[in-house]
């Protein structure tokens, strides 16, 4: 099985946003300098124009507006048999992100995924099966290697899932910025299922933390790769091309993977049990935004409410999900003594988190609750938002 | 400061409604749309100062390409009326097409193209702009320039390049890197040499 370098992944998910349809001339090729340097390694015939899908909202579908989505590459020389994806990601997959009533939907593979992201690749869906149809069945085992941007990392993701799912081929997965695209159960599926996922990240970029719990990222470890120090959140960290802060294109402009640094917020899989009294510790950052999760997860899972709540979550309620969580927290605090310590520690740093931390705990009630969670789902959501909308 | 009372206000309408109302039905009928199209237009009007605020409605001026100059020869003479096309195309936005023809002695000229836009106000924007110029002659294309740009100011290497865009049709096509001060590299595929 082979691997293409950061160097290449970066170029293809950047190259993904320059494909168009053919001039009215009928111009087709791609131009520029990564183009050309991609062009040594893979051929991309774009006499048909893109692989298009639909994105965005109702109008959208009703006028089942196309837009180029895809780009596939035919390896040659050192990936010689193998294929690229690369997909693109569109601004009006972005409502999806933040939305606290986040639609949930059956992936092509039996698991719960985000509803918009997967509408999206159900319409680009068919061009790729038509494409890999013919291609794969008489393939001398080379690898797919699926990758993509943004909303694109969303949909390569999904990509990579379904290919793997249904050839019987390595698929590779490289994402940069990518939001999380499904539950628990996707995230550890595709994680088995995938052969390697390259998750590539900058420290304050927002959208790899959205949208929140219980949607959890593949791979399921939390391994990331960690491409820049960044703190806070910015939305220029969020940029691919040149024009970024630094620009993935630049952050990973590296022929090797080992040489770039590996991340592993392993926080999702492990105990994390808060303390009242230290609720001065949290700050609001991309870390403590996991961590809070982590020990929210954890708090669940020991008051035994967490198979019931992910049950839940699942089949979608008319609450939204968090609504629903702060209901259950005022069971677990009933519960015991011990339940109830531990949730004021949880309560007690998602204030200092959300910028609340002179508000004192008050009755552990369902109104009280409710709220510490809107303020703090609040406060992430907006600067995710302000980054999305904001000016560079 | 001038403002009219709200309840003194609201007399106002009432009076103007009622004097309305005693009229005829289709009277009444155009005060109300009045009365809706005004009240949509208030909430129109400070809905877009709140969104100008957060810069959703701003527009940044883009650059699509600069003025370009050249001169079209074959085997050294001077090309007369042959048709250049300029399409430029930036992000999803629709291809805009342009063509001017040479004069007598092989010279040709485009205007500056810039155009306003929201794209880049919004974190996942990533468009650039696709340049091609192109020519046909005896059944044959000759691209004069291929290239795509990232940037929505005028950069210093490609407004020099395209005010010199001389060709002979008989050179082949080639990749061209041209490098400015910054750190940024231009490809470029042409026939043209500099």
Known sequence: MSIITPKIAAQLANVAYSVRAPTSRGEYRLFGKEANDLSQHFDFNLSQGPIKGVSGGL??????????FALIGEGKGLY???????????????????????GLTGSETGSIVHAGFNKTFNTMKPALKEYFANR?????????????????????????DWLKNSYSLPVNLYTFGAPRVG?????????ARVDNIFRCTHGADPVPKVPLWPFTHAPYNGMEYRLNSGQGFSPSSHKMGANGNPGYINSANSQDWQALQKKSNSFL????????????????????????SAALVTLLKDA?????????????????????????LVNVVQASTKFAEQTAGLLGHMLVFAGQGAVKLAELNYEFIKWVFDKTLGVLYRSVKTAINGAL | MLYIKPSLMDNYIIQWMNMNLSQSYINKRSVLITFFVITACTFLLTTKAAADMFGIFKKYEVHLCPEIKGQIKSK???????????????????????????N???????????????????????????????????????????????????NPTITLKLSKLDCDLSSEEKYFEFSDEGSTIIGVQSICRW
């Open chain 1, 59 to 68: 109008l959208s579908h009703l006028f089942n507006k196309t837009t180029g």
């Open chain 1, 80 to 102: 010689k048999n193998d294929y690229v994806v690369a997909v693109r990601g569109t601004a009006s997959l972005q409502d999806g992100l933040t939305d606290a009533h986040f």
């Open chain 1, 136 to 160: 794969l069945a008489k393939s001398s085992g080379g690898t797919i290697h699926c990758v993509g941007h943004s909303l694109g990392g969303a949909l390569a993701g999904l990509t990579a």
């Open chain 1, 183 to 191: 539950l628990k159960g996707f995230s550890s599926k595709t994680t």
């Open chain 1, 269 to 292: 899989n492990n105990s994390v049990r808060l303390k009242y009294e230290a609720r001065h510790q949290a700050s609001y950052s991309g870390y403590w935004a996991d961590k809070i």
């Open chain 1, 304 to 328: 035994g409410y967490y198979s019931a709540i992910m049950a839940q979550a699942s089949i979608g309620t008319a609450l939204t999900f968090y609504d629903l969580v702060a209901r259950t």
């Open chain 2, 76 to 102: 050294g003479i001077a090309i007369k009326n042959v048709k250049v096309f300029r399409s430029l195309t930036y992000g999803d936005d629709k291809e805009i097409l342009e063509e001017t023809v040479t």
């Open chain 2, 104 to 154: 007598s002695d092989g010279y040709y000229h485009f205007n500056e193209k810039n155009i306003k836009s929201k794209k880049p106000g919004s974190m996942f924007d990533e468009s650039s702009i696709r340049q091609i110029i192109d020519l046909d002659y005896q059944d044959k294309r000759y691209l004069l320039w291929g290239g795509e740009v990232k940037e929505i100011k005028p």
